[in-house]
């Protein structure tokens, strides 16, 4: 059995701990002195290198949230492609979160520009709600090996249950039917670790459901938005991994803000950053030692 990308994100996480740094950067977040001298993008560009350089090593993988940087325009574009190839550099492993969710020739061409190219990375995210064939355009990229994709299955937003939780003629909810339709496609992709590079965007948030969810997707590797901001403490992620792996936890602004809560470390944003997410492992690790 070859080595997949599912298998150097689960060694990472082995390794580094289970957090995901997320690159959701606005502008706003940037310290103000960074301004001086440079461009918008110049600004963006070094506020992430500098987040990157210090959290590399205690980081399992980094998630840059397109949105971000398309909403700048051009010039975020090209923030969003330095930001990417600095992270290959560092050889840290890269979730595009993209969100797409077409079909047939237009997933065709995004498989092409987030898996080829300037936009290249490790694993993208999907909306899989058009169906199972918005995923199959992306299936010959992982089948190679080094590519994976993270598709919804059950968010940690409150308007999921306006469609995740509705009942099938079956009495499953939706988000199980989804659920159990990527594990079966993700089948063809186990890697050595025993899970899936086909992964699944699990929110949190559901406490009572954690564990189910846990068991039911059990060679789904899980990326779990909803800690921190979003209400979902260690002890809720806890119930999502297996020994502490088989998951990343995303945190953004916890951790770009992190500066923000200590007076006067403003020049120090990027220690702080990086003592976020030493502390924010460890709580995790701690919580899943207690289970």
Do not use: W
């Not at 809560?261 to 120090?268: D, L, M, S």
């Amino acid at each position: 059995m070859k080595s997949l990308i599912i298998d150097k994100l689960f060694n990472r996480v082995k390794e580094r701990g289970v957090v995901c740094v997320g690159l959701d950067t606005a502008l706003e977040y940037i310290p103000s002195y960074i301004f001086e001298g440079r461009s918008e993008v110049e600004a963006l560009v070094e506020f992430n290198k500098a987040i990157i350089d210090a959290t590399i090593d205690v980081a399992a993988c980094f998630k840059v949230q397109i949105a971000y940087y398309e909403s700048l325009g051009l010039k975020g574009m090209m923030a969003y492609k330095e930001t990417l190839d600095y992270l290959r550099e560092k050889d840290a492993i890269i979730i595009a979160d993209i969100k797409r969710g077409d079909i047939a020739a237009t997933a065709k061409q995004y498989a092409k520009a987030h898996f080829e190219g300037d936009f290249e990375a490790d694993f993208i995210t999907l909306s899989p709600y058009m169906g199972m064939d918005s995923i199959e355009p992306y299936m010959p990229y992982i089948e190679k090996g080094d590519k994976g994709i993270f598709s919804l299955v059950r968010t940690s937003n409150p308007g999921a249950e306006d469609i995740e939780m509705l009942k099938t003629v079956d009495s499953r909810d939706v988000y199980k039917v989804v659920g159990d339709k990527i594990a079966e496609i993700g089948k063809e992709v186990i890697g050595q670790c025993g899970y899936s590079s086909i992964g699944g965007v699990i929110g949190c948030t559901h406490v009572e459901e954690g564990i189910e969810i846990r068991k039911r997707f059990k060679n789904m590797f899980f990326l779990i938005p909803g800690y921190g901001a979003q209400g979902g403490k260690a002890d809720d992620v806890a119930l999502y991994l297996n020994s502490g792996n088989g998951g990343v936890v995303n945190s953004s602004r916890a951790i770009l803000l992190a500066y923000k809560k200590q007076e006067g470390r403003e020049k120090e944003f990027a220690i702080c950053a990086r003592e976020e997410v030493i502390r924010m492992r460890d709580e995790i690790k701690a919580a899943v030692e207690s289970l």
